[in-house]
């Protein structure tokens, strides 16, 4: 039982099913890396990714043909305080966009062959009901974290069990690489607030200039964080604690995504700084969905870099991307396909007749 | 005139026919990046890539369809020297790998959609006539330059020859971007000595353990390549002085296929170390080919980052790969492939209905 009706009990026994990865997968898939034409490791991260990838499946012909982005959409009652140089609305605009296809996601989603899945989970705006969107939105947007928690406990719950849900469909339908993306002005603000909370960094070092800030707006975004943790108070050791006070409904739904996905036996992909905030949430309610998670690029968002210490994650990528939607994901899901071409394509040097090292 | 009759004077006549990117297109480039639906620059190194892209290609709907690597194999007579753990039969087994399709390459270039160009430009050891080789050997791979030259000043210009001859086939057949890679045991070393020629760093500060040495078969690398610095005296001013006496058939080879490719206005992405070696003395010989190189990833071999360094190139992709082969190449092809697909494909604020930022 998820969804709508999620409750912490149901929350939980989904957490403690999430499957751990056997050790002697881990083993066998090293075993066949070393035995292909290539010296030992030469491929180097790629290898590795291969290696988790073939570990995560139990096998040592790993493949991730059916790929979907997750991209869920929210808005943030915070962009009262004049944290975002975009105007609310452009949440619901870019949904359209999405929908028709015009944004930078559909395209990169498009060219690593991944299929992108759009959650509304809390837009504020008018969304005329479209086909491809799923209709899931739990509340409006957020309240106001700067004034009082951004949502109730049950409505942090409830976007958490959206996420689960759109990911038990996805397995469903054969997808067994899930990739996190988002969409809401104002939520990088939400995010910093969140990873401020859980990892005790003051608001300073997690703040950016999300969407195009200059140094004033950076500075001005900080000291609404640093008013939102003091006003909610949001319990670090209770991360649903924290993303009902600061966090946000997108937010809460791909730390669901994140959560489902494990507890399925199913990778996911998380995207950059605002998908990271609700990976470190996830494993916060979730440690054993640790390994999981691949994280997708380091974003240029500098908090992003926290973020990827706290979860000791090593991204495939590096190109000082800040955009969102899902983009680093989709493009780091390319090499991870081709991490698994690599590994379940090659020759070994036995099958090839091609010579090993001299002793 | 090009070929195993290239003379230093139609190098020359090439070179100053490499065309010069259009400073015009490149406004053009950013100004649609900048309308796209998508903070401005929030796609950093991706907006950075299609804008090269366009503006090399004077448009400003980038799109790379048919991508080729070309890999050039070759052998090296200081393998005498015991300077690869890997005996020199290894490349020669490793091209029939390469045309049965059991190596990394294989599966790289398949996944990102390139066609593999394999190029016998000085293999030692006998290898079947395959339909999938290009036969070019200028001869049974180079001599020990430990001892005396590796090539005389000829060999090396037509090695270069048949750089600019593969390429000019393929802009023939409507490639329009080219993939360096290479293959030969003892390759690293050669790369090692021209990198070390060109700029001055000593070879300690330039070698590696290539497909695997020790720390002490690496000391033992540099003091083979600085007996080699000595006995041949190569001319730092003189990038083909330097490719004849210390490097190699395939380091040549490629050499020509950067030169050939910016001479026909068609964008070249270099591999790793040994092709870095290769497009290093290529922008030696030829300045003006610069802006139509890309820098595919930056290996795990220490003296890539020299060479980077050298070329003023950030790499795509960090990956600490050191295999070769084009690998890197072939998967800096698909972020080039996305960053077009990104920059045509995407809606403008306008054509979206987004709102832009607030005043």
Redesign the interface.
């Known amino acids: 039982v998820t969804g709508p009706s999620l409750t912490e009990a149901d929350l939980s026994a989904l957490i403690a099913a999430i499957p751990t990865p056997a050790k002697e997968a881990e083993r066998e898939a090293w075993a066949r890396l070393d035995s292909?034409?290539?010296?030992?490791r030469?491929?180097?991260?790629?290898e590795e990714l291969a290696a988790r990838l073939a570990t995560l499946q139990g096998t040592d012909r790993p493949a991730v043909a059916r790929k979907a982005i997750v991209l869920m959409a929210g808005d943030h009652g915070v962009t009262a305080e004049g944290v975002s140089?975009?105007?609310s609305?452009?949440t619901a605009?870019?949904v359209?966009?999405f929908v028709?296809?015009?944004?930078?996601i559909?395209?990169?989603a498009?060219?690593?062959g991944a299929s992108l899945v759009l959650v509304d989970v809390g837009v504020a705006s008018d969304l005329p009901v479209h086909a491809g969107v799923i209709h899931a939105r739990v509340a409006p947007g957020t309240a106001n974290m700067a004034v009082g928690p951004a949502m109730t406990r049950a409505q942090a719950l409830e976007a958490i069990g959206v996420g689960i849900d759109t990911v038990a469909d996805l397995v469903a339908d054969g997808v067994v690489l899930v990739g996190t993306g988002e969409m809401g002005i104002g939520n990088s603000t939400a995010a910093a607030a969140v990873v401020s909370a859980l990892t005790g960094v003051d608001p300073a070092g997690v703040v950016g200039p999300g969407?195009?800030l200059d140094d004033a707006g950076v500075r001005h975004k900080a000291a609404v964080i640093s008013r939102a943790l003091a006003v909610n108070s949001p319990d670090a050791t209770d991360a649903l604690d924290v993303l009902a006070k600061v966090g946000g409904l997108e937010i809460a739904g791909l730390a669901g995504v994140v959560i489902g996905a494990a507890s399925r036996g199913v990778p996911v992909v998380s995207d950059g700084y605002i998908s990271g905030a609700a990976t470190l949430a996830a494993l916060r309610l979730a440690p054993a969905a640790a390994p999981w998670v691949f994280a997708s690029h380091r974003s240029?968002e500098p908090g992003h870099r926290v973020v990827l210490e706290a979860l000791g994650l090593r991204p495939?990528?590096?190109?000082?991307?800040?955009?969102g939607e899902g983009?680093g994901a989709?493009?780091a899901m390319?090499?991870l396909?081709?991490a698994c071409?690599?590994m379940s394509?090659?020759?070994t040097f036995e099958?090839?007749?091609?010579?090993?090292?001299?002793s």
């Not at 099958?351 to 001299?358: D, H, L, M, R, Y």
């Open positions: 292909l034409t290539k010296p030992p030469s491929l180097g991260l790629l140089p975009y105007p609305e452009v605009q870019m359209a966009n028709a296809g015009g944004a930078a559909n395209q990169l498009k060219h690593a969407t195009g240029s495939v990528l590096e190109l000082d991307m800040r955009l983009t989709a493009l390319e090499l396909d081709a071409a690599m394509g090659m020759s099958e090839a007749g091609v010579s090993g090292k001299e």
